[in-house]
Protein backbone atom coordinates (compact mmCIF):
# COMPACT_ATOMS: atom_id res chain seq x y z
CA UNK A 1 0.00 0.00 0.00
CA UNK A 2 1.29 3.67 -0.68
CA UNK A 3 1.62 6.16 1.96
CA UNK A 4 -0.25 8.69 0.08
CA UNK A 5 -3.24 7.75 -2.31
CA UNK A 6 -4.96 9.66 -5.29
CA UNK A 7 -7.09 9.83 -7.65
CA UNK A 8 -4.68 10.01 -11.51
CA UNK A 9 -8.06 11.95 -13.09
CA UNK A 10 -8.38 13.07 -15.18
CA UNK A 11 -11.13 15.27 -14.31
CA UNK A 12 -12.63 17.57 -16.36
CA UNK A 13 -14.64 20.25 -15.89
CA UNK A 14 -16.18 23.60 -17.07
CA UNK A 15 -15.69 26.75 -16.16
CA UNK A 16 -16.75 28.22 -12.89
CA UNK A 17 -17.55 24.84 -11.53
CA UNK A 18 -16.25 24.09 -8.03
CA UNK A 19 -13.66 21.41 -8.16
CA UNK A 20 -12.53 19.06 -5.27
CA UNK A 21 -9.66 17.21 -5.25
CA UNK A 22 -8.46 14.47 -2.50
CA UNK A 23 -5.83 12.15 -1.03
CA UNK A 24 -5.84 9.90 1.32
CA UNK A 25 -3.19 8.56 3.45
CA UNK A 26 -1.99 5.57 5.66
CA UNK A 27 0.24 7.17 8.44
CA UNK A 28 -1.37 9.21 11.33
CA UNK A 29 2.15 10.43 11.89
CA UNK A 30 1.53 13.15 9.15
CA UNK A 31 1.31 16.40 10.13
CA UNK A 32 2.03 18.85 7.82
CA UNK A 33 0.37 18.96 4.13
CA UNK A 34 1.03 20.90 0.87
CA UNK A 35 -1.00 21.10 -1.99
CA UNK A 36 1.37 21.98 -5.13
CA UNK A 37 0.14 22.52 -8.87
CA UNK A 38 2.29 21.25 -11.82
CA UNK A 39 1.44 22.64 -15.23
CA UNK A 40 2.93 20.42 -18.22
CA UNK A 41 6.96 20.85 -18.54
CA UNK A 42 7.52 22.97 -15.35
CA UNK A 43 8.41 22.43 -11.79
CA UNK A 44 5.85 22.02 -8.93
CA UNK A 45 4.40 25.12 -7.79
CA UNK A 46 3.38 25.49 -3.97
CA UNK A 47 -0.28 26.40 -3.58
CA UNK A 48 -1.36 25.46 0.11
CA UNK A 49 0.46 24.90 2.83
CA UNK A 50 -1.31 23.42 6.52
CA UNK A 51 0.10 22.12 9.44
CA UNK A 52 -2.13 19.30 11.17
CA UNK A 53 -6.39 19.44 10.98
CA UNK A 54 -8.72 22.35 9.92
CA UNK A 55 -9.21 24.63 7.42
CA UNK A 56 -7.22 27.12 5.57
CA UNK A 57 -8.13 29.42 2.67
CA UNK A 58 -6.12 31.33 -0.15
CA UNK A 59 -8.62 33.52 -2.92
CA UNK A 60 -10.35 30.85 -4.57
CA UNK A 61 -8.51 27.89 -2.88
CA UNK A 62 -9.05 26.05 0.09
CA UNK A 63 -7.29 23.06 1.91
CA UNK A 64 -9.11 21.07 4.55
CA UNK A 65 -7.32 18.75 6.36
CA UNK A 66 -9.62 15.91 8.37
CA UNK A 67 -6.88 13.79 10.76
CA UNK A 68 -9.20 11.76 11.86
CA UNK A 69 -10.25 10.46 8.65
CA UNK A 70 -6.67 10.49 7.13
CA UNK A 71 -8.12 12.74 4.37
CA UNK A 72 -6.75 16.17 2.59
CA UNK A 73 -9.03 18.24 -0.11
CA UNK A 74 -8.80 20.92 -2.10
CA UNK A 75 -10.97 22.92 -3.38
CA UNK A 76 -10.88 25.58 -5.69
CA UNK A 77 -13.91 27.81 -6.56
CA UNK A 78 -15.14 29.49 -9.88
CA UNK A 79 -12.23 27.23 -11.73
CA UNK A 80 -10.55 28.61 -14.87
CA UNK A 81 -9.30 26.94 -17.62
CA UNK A 82 -5.40 28.54 -16.20
CA UNK A 83 -6.23 26.20 -13.37
CA UNK A 84 -5.75 23.23 -15.54
CA UNK A 85 -2.93 21.08 -14.36
CA UNK A 86 -1.64 18.66 -12.49
CA UNK A 87 -2.02 18.83 -8.71
CA UNK A 88 -0.10 16.73 -6.23
CA UNK A 89 -0.74 16.80 -2.73
CA UNK A 90 2.25 16.21 -0.18
CA UNK A 91 2.99 15.59 3.33
CA UNK A 92 5.73 15.25 5.72
CA UNK A 93 5.88 14.08 9.47
CA UNK A 94 6.70 16.21 12.65
CA UNK A 95 10.12 14.02 12.92
CA UNK A 96 11.68 13.70 9.72
CA UNK A 97 9.99 17.02 7.67
CA UNK A 98 12.69 16.82 5.20
CA UNK A 99 11.20 13.77 3.54
CA UNK A 100 7.89 14.72 1.72
CA UNK A 101 5.75 11.91 0.53
CA UNK A 102 3.75 12.82 -2.37
CA UNK A 103 0.85 11.64 -4.32
CA UNK A 104 1.00 10.54 -7.72
CA UNK A 105 -1.22 13.71 -9.12
CA UNK A 106 -4.64 14.57 -10.43
CA UNK A 107 -4.75 15.76 -13.49
CA UNK A 108 -7.36 18.71 -13.99
CA UNK A 109 -8.95 19.89 -17.44
CA UNK A 110 -10.96 23.22 -17.17
CA UNK A 111 -12.99 23.68 -19.82
CA UNK A 112 -14.09 26.89 -21.51
CA UNK B 1 12.57 37.54 -7.08
CA UNK B 2 13.56 34.60 -5.08
CA UNK B 3 13.79 31.20 -6.88
CA UNK B 4 15.43 28.10 -7.76
CA UNK B 5 17.32 27.73 -11.28
CA UNK B 6 17.67 24.54 -12.92
CA UNK B 7 19.98 24.18 -15.85
CA UNK B 8 19.88 23.07 -18.85
CA UNK B 9 15.61 22.71 -19.35
CA UNK B 10 16.63 20.18 -21.58
CA UNK B 11 19.38 17.79 -21.48
CA UNK B 12 20.19 14.96 -24.42
CA UNK B 13 22.76 12.27 -23.68
CA UNK B 14 23.94 8.84 -25.23
CA UNK B 15 23.66 5.47 -23.00
CA UNK B 16 26.92 5.33 -20.25
CA UNK B 17 27.72 8.82 -21.18
CA UNK B 18 28.24 11.13 -18.00
CA UNK B 19 25.94 13.89 -17.41
CA UNK B 20 25.68 16.69 -14.90
CA UNK B 21 22.59 18.86 -14.18
CA UNK B 22 22.83 21.78 -11.78
CA UNK B 23 20.85 23.62 -9.36
CA UNK B 24 21.05 26.97 -8.04
CA UNK B 25 19.13 29.05 -5.67
CA UNK B 26 18.65 32.49 -4.13
CA UNK B 27 16.87 31.82 -1.07
CA UNK B 28 19.20 31.26 1.00
CA UNK B 29 17.61 27.92 2.20
CA UNK B 30 19.84 25.46 3.81
CA UNK B 31 18.20 22.17 2.74
CA UNK B 32 18.57 20.84 -0.90
CA UNK B 33 17.26 18.09 -2.84
CA UNK B 34 17.15 15.82 -5.85
CA UNK B 35 13.94 14.06 -7.24
CA UNK B 36 13.09 11.88 -10.20
CA UNK B 37 9.60 12.54 -11.78
CA UNK B 38 8.71 9.85 -14.51
CA UNK B 39 5.22 11.05 -16.29
CA UNK B 40 1.73 10.95 -14.48
CA UNK B 41 4.37 9.88 -11.30
CA UNK B 42 4.82 11.46 -7.84
CA UNK B 43 8.14 12.42 -7.35
CA UNK B 44 11.05 10.22 -6.03
CA UNK B 45 13.03 11.51 -3.72
CA UNK B 46 16.97 10.84 -4.86
CA UNK B 47 19.10 12.26 -2.19
CA UNK B 48 18.71 15.90 -0.16
CA UNK B 49 21.97 18.03 1.22
CA UNK B 50 20.98 19.37 4.80
CA UNK B 51 23.51 22.25 4.83
CA UNK B 52 26.66 19.80 3.78
CA UNK B 53 25.49 16.67 4.99
CA UNK B 54 24.27 14.27 2.33
CA UNK B 55 21.54 11.99 2.89
CA UNK B 56 20.90 9.17 0.53
CA UNK B 57 17.72 7.42 0.16
CA UNK B 58 18.61 3.38 0.58
CA UNK B 59 16.73 2.63 -2.91
CA UNK B 60 18.62 5.46 -4.68
CA UNK B 61 21.01 3.54 -7.69
CA UNK B 62 25.31 3.99 -6.99
CA UNK B 63 24.82 5.85 -10.53
CA UNK B 64 23.74 8.81 -9.22
CA UNK B 65 26.07 11.21 -7.38
CA UNK B 66 25.48 14.92 -5.92
CA UNK B 67 27.61 17.53 -4.93
CA UNK B 68 26.76 20.85 -3.30
CA UNK B 69 29.90 23.02 -3.31
CA UNK B 70 28.02 26.18 -1.29
CA UNK B 71 24.75 26.95 -0.19
CA UNK B 72 23.51 28.11 -3.70
CA UNK B 73 24.61 25.29 -6.20
CA UNK B 74 24.20 21.58 -5.96
CA UNK B 75 24.86 19.43 -8.67
CA UNK B 76 23.01 15.70 -10.04
CA UNK B 77 25.83 13.76 -11.42
CA UNK B 78 24.73 10.37 -13.15
CA UNK B 79 27.66 8.37 -13.78
CA UNK B 80 26.82 5.85 -16.61
CA UNK B 81 22.82 6.80 -18.09
CA UNK B 82 20.64 4.32 -18.88
CA UNK B 83 17.33 4.00 -20.41
CA UNK B 84 15.41 4.34 -17.56
CA UNK B 85 17.19 6.91 -16.48
CA UNK B 86 15.05 9.17 -18.74
CA UNK B 87 13.05 11.64 -16.59
CA UNK B 88 12.06 14.79 -15.63
CA UNK B 89 14.68 15.84 -12.80
CA UNK B 90 13.23 18.30 -9.83
CA UNK B 91 15.61 20.23 -7.62
CA UNK B 92 14.04 21.69 -4.86
CA UNK B 93 15.03 24.05 -1.63
CA UNK B 94 13.63 24.28 2.19
CA UNK B 95 14.20 26.24 5.05
CA UNK B 96 14.70 23.73 8.11
CA UNK B 97 15.72 23.76 11.53
CA UNK B 98 14.68 25.15 14.91
CA UNK B 99 11.58 27.19 14.65
CA UNK B 100 11.17 26.27 10.83
CA UNK B 101 9.88 23.30 11.11
CA UNK B 102 7.65 21.68 7.97
CA UNK B 103 8.54 24.28 5.66
CA UNK B 104 7.03 23.86 2.45
CA UNK B 105 9.73 22.65 -0.35
CA UNK B 106 10.27 25.16 -3.28
CA UNK B 107 11.06 23.81 -6.61
CA UNK B 108 12.46 24.61 -9.77
CA UNK B 109 11.29 23.84 -13.52
CA UNK B 110 13.18 20.67 -13.63
CA UNK B 111 15.90 19.59 -16.31
CA UNK B 112 14.17 16.96 -18.61
CA UNK B 113 16.54 14.22 -19.76
CA UNK B 114 16.29 12.33 -22.77
CA UNK B 115 18.62 9.28 -23.34
CA UNK B 116 19.83 8.21 -26.96
Known amino acids: QKEVEQDPGPLSVPEGAIVSLNCTYSNSAFQYFMWYRQYSRKGPELLMYTYSSGNKEDGRFTAQVDKSSKYISLFIRDSQPSDSATYLC????????????FGSGTKLNVKP | DAMVIQNPRYQVTQFGKPVTLSCSQT?????MYWYQQKSSQAPKLLFH???????NEADTPDNFQSRRPNTSFCFLDIRSPGLGDAAMYLC???????????????FGDGTRLSIL
Open chain 2, 49 to 55: YYDKDFN
Open chain 2, 27 to 31: LNHNV
Open chain 1, 90 to 101: AMSLVYNFNKFY
Open chain 2, 92 to 106: ATSRTGTGAEGQPQH
